[in-house]
């Protein structure tokens, strides 16, 4: 079964600490994408990348940083978690065209920021 | 810049009814894709279904449909014959076709299917 995979569904941190979120898709898939989710708000695109070592800014992407060293694996970084970084963060892969686009994701990330 | 507006915070439907979920879009591409995704609670999101805007039929996927009108901008979606699984979340997406996966998401409708 294709997957991708975040690696800690439940984290909680205290503000200023470095925080790291992984992720890891099976179905070698181009693009890899980072997205931000709070209520009333869906889903907010933080950075995305279509390549190894590539990387793009999506809509909010302050604060935050990533890296993509392998095509398979696509890191986020909060450099100095504040509070308003508590959110659900979701990772997502999808296929280069022809294919439409679709995502895949992961079963997301919880973090706390205290 | 894509906007995507979901006006229906929350929804109830009887079970075996069918529900419509609206989705109106905003684009200045002239190719791209719709989508609509299920957010259960256990927080995975799941693709439903896809309409590519070129698309002249409707998109179908078992219980769903996509309700297309591109003159409108919307793209709502229907599930037939409610189930008590389809309570969930749902978001409808819009992607370039030129940046396939660069989705903008709604905010999302609630809706709960009653026994």
């Known amino acids: 079964d294709v997957k991708v995979t975040q690696s800690s569904r439940y984290l909680v941190k205290r503000t200023g600490e470095k925080v790291f979120l992984e992720c890891v898709q099976d179905m070698d898939h181009e693009n890899m994408f980072w997205y931000r989710q709070d209520p009333g708000l869906g889903l907010r695109l933080i950075y995305f990348?279509?390549?190894?070592?590539?990387?793009e800014k999506g809509d909010i992407p302050e604060g935050y940083s990533v890296s993509r060293e392998k095509k398979e694996r696509f890191s986020l970084i909060l450099e100095s978690a504040s509070t308003n970084q508590t959110s659900m963060y979701l990772c997502?892969?999808?296929?280069?065209?022809?294919?439409?686009?679709?995502?895949?994701f992961g079963e997301g990330s919880r973090l706390t920021v205290l | 810049a894509q906007k995507i507006t979901q006006t229906q915070p929350g929804m109830f439907v009887q079970e075996k009814e069918a529900v419509t979920l609206d989705c109106t879009y905003d684009t200045s591409d002239q190719s791209y894709g719709l989508f609509w995704y299920k957010q259960p609670s256990s927080g995975e999101m799941i693709f439903l279904i896809y309409?590519?805007?070129?698309?002249?039929q409707n998109a179908t996927e078992g219980r769903y449909s996509l309700n297309f009108q591109k003159a409108r901008k919307s793209a709502n979606l229907v599930i037939s014959a409610s189930q008590l699984g389809d309570s969930a979340m749902y978001f409808c997406a819009m992607s370039p076709l030129s940046n396939a996966g660069k989705s903008t998401f709604g905010d999302g409708t609630t809706l709960t299917v009653k026994p």
């Open positions: 309409q590519g805007s070129y698309d002249e």
């Open positions: 997502a892969s999808s296929r280069t065209r022809p294919d439409t686009g679709e995502l895949f």
């Open positions: 990348s279509y390549d190894v070592k590539m990387k």
